[in-house]
């Protein structure tokens, strides 16, 4: 059965959001319309960026334990105006190397099939320096000249000013301008505004 949210604050961006499906396996990846993925290293707060976004707790599990998302997960929003995908996290070092392969494979499978990605939100650490994890997903995107947004997750943790200094530390380690670094919390709700609009800008640079 499809979960259904409707949001109701007027400003927002995101008005519906349904949850799709999961799939685990390579045979099962979808297209659906204007796709935007989620990536990023376990525990990183993937499914809190998108219940953030979407101002719904429920609509993407999350858990305190790291690793939990082993399967694609596709959200519906606004009744298809676009989708969020949710990918597997990356890096996670308690399982084995044949799981991690798996996720991989999932990983580059839905990249490589994916016909209508048009912009991978890759989420980072804002408290800690890119790993060697997502420097790798950085010249993977480059190198199959996927588009991309670098989203500096769990800003609360540090004052507004730490914050900005870490934002153009994050830009200077993976080669990027600052603006192309976007600050966000899903526990102060810091940021939405900022993705919705490059969201917005998103979707008019690459319409369906």
């Known amino acids: 059965m499809v979960a259904k949210v409707t949001i109701f604050e007027k400003d927002d961006m995101i008005k519906n959001a349904e949850f799709i499906t999961s799939v685990g396996n390579i045979g099962q990846i979808r297209n659906y319309p204007a796709e935007i993925a ?6 990183v707060g993937k499914s809190s960026f ?9 609509l993407a ?12 997960n596709y959200f519906n929003i606004n009744k298809g105006q676009f989708t969020l995908v949710d990918l597997p996290g990356y890096g996670f070092a308690k399982v ?11 990983i580059e499978s839905y990249f490589a099939n994916a016909k209508n990605l048009k912009n991978v939100f890759l989420l980072i650490d804002i408290r800690h ?11 993977y995107l480059y190198y ?3 588009p991309f947004t670098v989203i500096a997750t769990k800003s609360d943790k540090l004052s507004r000013s730490a914050a ?9 380690s993976l080669g990027l301008g600052v603006d192309n670094v976007y600050i966000s919390s899903s526990f102060d709700k810091t940021g939405r505004e900022e993705i919705f609009k490059r969201i917005e800008q998103v979707l008019q640079d690459f319409p369906q």
């Open 38 to 43: 989620v990536a990023g290293k376990s525990n």
């Open 144 to 146: 199959y000249r996927l």
């Open 61 to 72: 599990k999350t858990s305190k334990e790291p690793g939990r998302t082993r399967l694609i």
């Open 50 to 58: 998108i219940n953030f976004i979407c101002n719904n707790k429920n």
């Open 164 to 172: 900005l200094l870490r934002k153009k530390q994050i830009a200077d």
């Open 129 to 139: 320096e890119p790993t060697e994890d997502d420097k790798q997903m950085i010249k």
């Open 96 to 106: 084995s190397d044949a799981e991690k392969l798996k996720w991989a494979k999932l």
